[in-house]
């Protein structure tokens, strides 16, 4: 009697896809306890991703950080500065644990993400200088800098390509916001060759989604309620597709350039009546980056059921944003909306991160 092989996990079949699956969440809890390298091991995990309110949660909850926190400040350093010190401890180590994934996949995959300073959105020089700096001090070659995709970013996500820096442009919303973002990156890998440097620069374009029904949801009738945000990604995949089709980007992979993947954000679910897996189940696609926070992995894990690869050709998607548009969503004006609410939401994250970094520090100094 033969008995069958056990089927594969729903992580394992968006993997082999072509799809990398990344952790949206890092805290050194996660690190110390060895979870993270089980999902590596065993949840096909490949990358994470950070952000300041992943930080504000796991430095200002427990103690794990008290220790880090005590020392640095008796040596003066500012509450930024603290933080920042704390994050490239807990995210170098992450990079050590993809370092093999990272060789393995030719620095395609095997990255984790550091987030400069959010109020820096609308200081492009600002921006480059504290990317260099971070990148620089982290010293792990599969470290992306975050910098977010408005119109301020993309210089400064151009000057970081140009210089050898890996971005991970976070705060894309529409195919526009993509478009502009690939642009700023190609113009950046165009510089190096023109220059004479290793056109070889790796990059993600973030492009959230649960934010596209939340935004909507009020506008909507039932039958096209959490509906957008997977259209919109359909509409990006295929602008991306066409992209990396066009001259222009055949003429840079010809002289070794690597594509800007995109990258899948905001793919949990907050409305219990929902499935936690409905984005999941249906963005899986070649060539393309999900990161998802911890109880969305585990959901998927346990309980997903991939669709298969996502619809190249953006038909079915279009059809369905005609429909939303048609019930009265202004969808160029709600991008943008969505960009600066997610901007002022990292700008307000970033403030109480802060906040509980400054109150844990005069709460340790009183204890002494």
């Known amino acids: 009697m033969t008995t069958s092989a056990p089927a594969a996990k729903p992580t394992a079949r968006l993997a082999a896809l072509g799809q990398s699956l990344w952790l949206d969440n890092i805290t050194r809890t ?38 880090q926190v005590r020392e640095l400040s008796a040596k003066g350093l500012s509450t930024e500065e603290v933080f920042f010190a704390c994050a490239i401890s807990d995210l170098t180590r992450a990079a050590d644990l993809f370092a093999d994934i990272h060789k393995k996949t030719n ?38 800098i975050k910098v977010p995709g408005t119109p301020e970013g993309c210089p400064a996500i151009e000057e970081l390509i140009f210089r050898g820096v890996p971005i991970n442009v976070t705060l894309l919303f529409s195919r526009e916001h993509y478009l502009a973002c690939v642009d700023a990156y190609t113009r950046g890998i165009e510089r190096r060759v023109k220059a004479g440097l290793d056109p070889f620069v790796c990059s993600v374009a973030s492009v959230f989604i649960s934010r596209w029904d939340r935004g909507s949801a009020k506008s909507l009738p039932a039958n096209l309620q959490n509906t957008v945000g997977i259209a919109m990604a359909g509409r990006v995949l295929k602008a991306a597709l ?57 959901a998927v894990a346990e309980k997903g059921n991939p669709q298969g690869a996502m619809a190249s050709d953006g038909v079915a998607a279009e059809k369905i944003l005609s429909a939303v548009s048609a019930a009265g969503v202004d969808l160029a004006k709600l991008a943008e909306t969505l960009q600066i609410e997610g901007r002022d939401s990292f700008n307000k994250s970033w403030t109480d991160l802060l906040a509980k970094i400054a109150s844990k520090r005069e709460a340790l100094a009183a204890a002494r």
């Open 107 to 144: 620095r395609i995959d095997g990255w984790v993400s550091l987030e400069v300073s959010p109020l820096l959105a609308n200081d492009t020089a600002g921006t480059v200088a504290q990317a260099v700096e971070l990148h620089t001090r982290a010293g792990r070659p599969n470290l992306y």
């Open 242 to 298: 066409d992209f990396h089709a066009s001259p222009r980007w055949k003429a840079l992979a010809a002289k070794g350039a690597t594509q800007q993947r995109v990258l899948w954000a905001s793919t949990g679910t907050k409305d219990p009546a929902l499935s936690p897996c409905l984005y999941c189940d249906v963005l899986g696609a070649p060539n393309t980056v999900n990161t998802i926070p911890e109880e969305t992995l585990l």
């Open 30 to 67: 996660l690190l110390d306890s060895g979870t993270l390298a089980r999902y590596i091991r065993e949840l096909s995990v490949t990358g994470l991703t950070s952000n300041p309110t992943i930080f504000e949660k796991a430095i200002g909850s427990g103690n794990a950080y008290d220790a």
